[in-house]
């Protein structure tokens, strides 16, 4: 393969976390094979590599690939397929009225809009769905990643206990009448697998699909209320056994936190903690209860976060107190989790959304800055996905060509002044609809504004298809029922007692 160059009217080699960002202004990189050469002035690459091809015509802002670290991938948002948005203990449940779509038709769907926005790694997290239909849906998911050319931390959500409130099930659906308790169950056991079953699943994609710089396999165990914990020890020395990484969700909502409260008077972490389970194989989502013990904990183990702030937004979770994690030294990166703004996965706007959600009042306050975000975005989030950032997340000699074109003309139309940093102006103004061009592995698999692998009207008109036919009786009777369980799940959590959250004040009531 020829050696490519490609260049910008700015070239950003890498964001720190300590506020800066390493530009180099009418510059550009030089990869072959998938591998970054050089990096440098345009001019002086160019006469270095006097036979390469060159991407770019200088009127560029090239950043590295957009590293997207927790996602569900559903394809078709949970709002269009009729489940509004709410508090996550309801919410969940009326995802049993989703309807059904081929996992790789809903992979490739969700990829075409994570291309769309620069987005060149992403952490998948697969949900139950039937347990029959594990392993087939794990491998068109995996399949469709391979298609698209987009690197991916793929795990499996293992789940035992809490299917429907944080407590042991059988009291609760003991509470229920005799016809709603016995066809909860039964809709439970149809999501139920053994961990001796998904360690085998699990086992066998890293078999078949396991390549470390393109598809990492890790476990999941779902969260620490949605599973025992002594099947957490077993991940956990499964995971150092085998060299897998692990993800998780945790303390997504102050309720999580009083389940672990009342259990052990200690919050999910600490007891994570307890059982040897921390350390720098480990990532969390959404993080938004953690305390000042949770952040010591992980900042001593390297233990990361995703910071999901559209998702947490949407099903009033709160606001992860990012400025006080980043402040331990902990990883964070950046995570759509399916549950974007606008439903179009669209990184760059959840970029800017954690550069004005980060801005507490008062002239002294400390605020997030343009250069961290972006170091969220990429470094972060090769740290959090355990590709690790020595891989990608920045364009270094040595490193992977995974990278993004943006259109600076139209970031700063009709007016940018020069005296504005233009990170800042990228982070602020940058959008979807900006992207030129993506490479990953040094192919272009996104070049000025076409897909050079898949349809993307193709897989549209496909999903169209599906979903414009009559909705089955089947997820009719299932969004039936999750709308009889929500007033039992209402009135169990009526008697739990809630805190504000301190960290985040933006007015005076209380």
């Known amino acids: 393969m020829a050696k490519t160059i490609i260049r910008g009217k700015y070239v950003l080699t890498k964001a720190n976390l300590q506020g800066t960002s390493n530009v180099i202004k009418d510059g550009a990189i030089v990869q072959e094979n998938g591998t970054i050469l050089d990096t440098g002035k345009f001019v002086s690459l160019s006469q270095k590599y006097p036979h390469s091809d060159v991407i770019g015509d200088g009127n560029q802002f090239l950043i590295p690939g957009l590293i997207n670290a927790h996602h569900h991938g559903r394809g078709v948002s949970s709002l269009m397929m009729g489940q509004t948005d709410g508090h996550l203990e309801k919410w969940i449940h ?3 009225g989703r309807r059904s779509l081929d996992p790789y038709l809903m992979a490739m769907h969700t990829l075409v809009q994570q291309i769309e926005s620069g987005t060149t790694t992403v952490m998948f997290n697969q949900t139950a769905g039937l347990a029959s239909d594990t392993y087939s849906e794990a491998s068109k998911t995996l399949d469709a990643f391979k298609a698209a050319g987009v690197r991916v931390a793929f795990s499996l959500g293992f789940r035992n206990q809490s299917f429907l409130v944080y407590e042991e099930e059988e009291n609760f659906i003991n509470s229920l009448d005799d016809r709603l308790s016995q066809e909860i169950q039964e809709k439970i056991n149809k999501t139920k697998i053994s961990f001796s079953e998904y360690m085998e699943i699990t086992n066998q994609l890293n078999k078949e699909y396991g390549d470390s710089s393109k598809i990492k396999i890790l476990l999941s165990p779902q ?7 002594s099947t957490l020890t077993s991940i956990k020395d499964q995971a150092t056994k085998q060299d897998f990484g692990i993800h998780m969700h945790m303390l997504e909502t102050l309720y999580q936190g009083i389940y672990s409260q009342r259990l052990h008077n200690q919050s999910p972490v600490e007891r994570l903690n307890n059982l040897g389970f921390l350390g720098p194989d480990v990532s969390f989502a959404h993080g938004v209860w953690l305390n000042d013990r949770d952040l010591d904990l992980m900042s001593q183990t390297k233990t990361g976060l995703s910071h999901n702030p559209s998702s947490n937004l949407r099903l009033s979770s709160g606001i992860a107190p990012i400025l006080s994690i980043l402040k331990h030294d902990i990883p964070v990166g950046i995570g759509t989790d399916s549950t974007s703004i606008n439903d179009d996965d669209d990184m760059l706007q959840e970029m800017a959304l954690v550069l004005r959600l980060h801005r507490p009042p008062g002239l002294n306050s400390e605020y997030i800055s343009a250069d961290q975000v972006l170091h969220m975005a990429t470094m972060g989030g090769a740290t959090i996905t355990t590709f690790g950032d020595n891989l990608i997340g920045s364009l270094e000699t040595g490193k992977k060509a995974d990278l993004v074109l943006l259109d600076w003309n139209r970031i700063k139309s009709p007016y940018i002044s020069e005296d504005l940093d233009p990170v800042e102006a990228l982070v602020s103004r940058g959008r979807k609809k900006d992207v030129q061009s993506v490479m990953i592995d040094g192919k272009l698999i ?13 897989i549209k008109s496909q ?5 414009s036919r009559p909705t089955s009786k089947d997820t009719r009777n299932s969004r039936k029922l999750a709308k009889e369980i929500e007033p039992y799940i209402e009135k169990y959590y009526a008697t739990w007692k809630l ?3 301190e960290l985040y004040r933006y007015n005076k009531l209380k």
Do not use: A, Q
């Open 223 to 229: 969260s620490y209320h949605w599973v025992d914990e």
């Open 94 to 96: 009326r995802g049993w």
């Open 446 to 458: 996104y070049h000025n504004g076409k897909f050079t692998e898949i349809n993307p009207d193709e």
């Open 499 to 501: 805190e504000s959250d």
């Open 463 to 467: 999903v169209d298809s599906v979903l």
